[in-house]
């Protein structure tokens, strides 16, 4: 079961949920530095009336964990040097936008931040990890959404190519491998965080994210989207043909499976699949914008149009790869209404998955849907995939010796690494394995320290208390060997 020469092995986390410091060095607020966690429906902006815009207006009682997060910030060299120690190759995290351009529309960047990301780059490569870099991993700038009402406006695609052209002239020399827009084809279920859209000119309820948007608002993000991740992609080509820029969609909602062979739960299965996957991964891979939207758009009555120039700017700059998060697969039937968190989609319980993830969260496991979700992914764009996120939130605290034995975390990946292995077999060109997230870091979820995923611990708790003090899990020896034998022996 060894894997091929040159795999990526890692862990990948997010600026948003690890950095903190969200108002240092010139960074600005974002989407993020204002909700608890991205499922609360809770947003920190209110309207004022006397300026006819949103603003900030966070509540002080409740906890923004993420404005400390655990201080990686600060602490990101032996946070590294930790990573290292378990013969990782490659390290993925993201650029806080904010840390460039603070508002998003400046003309000129934040040199602190492009500072403290210049030497957060170069300590990877010191390291010996390949850097794997998002650019927006739910971090619009806020300001981009109170003033312009985020991405539903063609005005982000400017700003946007400004960010992106300071990134590559910065950063190139030392990243190889970029991914665009973390996780968008979650704009529908989080239009406020994964969509970066907010309706300005109507006042709605913003108790709830969905509801301070309109289907067109979102809609005309999507458009937004595709036209700005081609010009990336023409973009850092022409700047050095040697970048690779991926994308990065939530891949769980490949794994929809029916409930029974019912014609209409196959045909529910395959909606699932299209709604939630491919229309963003067709037009990012393949250059297509899919003829099934056009049912959609009509039923849902809304007008989305593309121009023939950028009909083709999309068709002739698809990514170089596919990157993408895989945590669990769904059921779904006809006659159920078909719900979704940030680990996927949510639909009805599968009776033949054993192994669910321990309270309070209880997710189903479902390796083979790994190796399921990298066959058709890889049978449809016929690209070199990179799973970017996988990984178990468990509810943990040291035990008498300093220490957590976390046996479930182990089993969890070293079944998925299994069926990672089995679809290399099947002949799926799948180039790495980077687990979700290998140091404790808040939930983007719910906004806590309770659910944590890393084979090394950090002291902080739900109430914002805690030393931030590191501690091995037993799970980070048992990586470290799976990297060692480059996955041999798992059998």
């Not at 609360?40 to 309207?47: E, K, N, P, Q, T």
């Not at 937004?224 to 769980?252: R, W, Y």
């Not at 979700?436 to 979820?445: K, Q, Y």
Request: proline share 5%; charged share 25%.
């Amino acid at each position: 079961m060894a894997f091929p020469e040159g795999f990526l092995w890692g862990g990948a986390i997010a600026a948003n949920q690890y950095e903190g410091a969200w108002l240092e060095d010139g960074k600005q607020p974002n989407v993020t530095d204002v909700v608890v966690g991205i499922m609360s429906h809770d947003l920190g902006i209110a309207w004022n009336d006397e300026t006819g815009k949103y603003e900030m207006a966070l509540d002080p009682n409740k906890a923004y964990l993420s404005h400390t997060a655990v201080d990686g910030y600060h602490r990101y060299r032996d946070d590294l040097k930790l990573m290292a120690g378990m013969g990782f190759n490659s390290f993925r995290t993201s650029i806080a936008w904010g840390r460039i351009f603070p508002n998003g529309d400046e003309e000129e960047p934040n040199e602190a931040g492009l500072a403290y990301y210049d030497d957060m780059f170069a300590c990877m490569r010191e390291l010996g990890m390949e850097p794997v870099i998002t650019m927006s991993h739910y971090e619009t700038p806020l300001h981009l959404l109170t003033e312009y009402g985020g991405w539903s406006n063609p005005k982000l695609i400017e700003f946007w190519y400004r960010y992106a052209k300071t990134c590559f002239e910065r950063f190139g020399d030392k990243v190889k491998y970029w991914l665009t827009f973390n996780e968008v084809n979650a704009l529908f279920r989080m239009p406020f965080v994964a969509g970066g859209v907010l309706t300005i000119d109507n006042p709605a309820d913003v108790t709830d994210p969905v509801g301070s948007t309109t289907m067109q608002d979102q809609w005309d993000a999507y458009h937004n989207f595709l036209v700005a991740n081609a010009q990336t992609v023409k973009l850092a080509h022409e700047i050095n043909p040697d970048l690779k820029v991926g994308c990065m969609l939530t891949c769980s909602g490949v794994a929809t499976y029916p409930n029974n062979c019912n014609p209409a739960n196959i045909r529910v299965a395959m909606e699932a699949q299209r709604n939630n996957v491919f229309y963003f991964g067709d037009p990012f891979c393949l250059g297509i914008v899919p003829t099934y939207l056009k049912r959609r758009w009509r039923e849902e009555g809304v007008t989305v149009e593309f121009t023939d120039d950028e009909l083709f700017l999309i068709k002739e700059n698809t990514v170089d790869f596919f990157s993408f998060s895989y945590y669990r697969s769904t059921v779904v039937d006809a006659g159920v209404n078909l719900g979704g968190d940030t680990s996927g989609l949510t639909g009805i319980d599968n009776p033949f998955l054993v192994d669910k993830a321990p309270e309070p969260w209880k997710w189903p496991v479902d390796p083979d849907g790994l190796r399921y979700t990298l066959n058709v992914l890889y049978d449809r764009y016929h690209l070199p995939l990179l799973i970017v996120e996988n990984g178990v939130g468990l509810d943990e605290n040291l035990d008498e010796n300093g220490t957590i034995q976390d046996d479930f975390r182990v089993h969890y990946i070293e079944e998925h690494i299994k069926n990672v292995s089995r679809a290399i077999d099947d002949g799926v060109d799948c180039r790495g394995y980077l687990y979700w997230g290998p140091i404790d870091v808040v939930s983007a979820g719910t906004g806590e320290m309770k659910k944590r995923y890393g084979f090394v611990y950090v002291d902080r708790f739900n109430d914002g208390h805690g030393t931030l003090e590191r501690a091995i899990k037993q799970s980070y020896y048992r990586y470290k060997e799976i990297i060692e034998s480059n996955g041999a022996g798992l059998e």
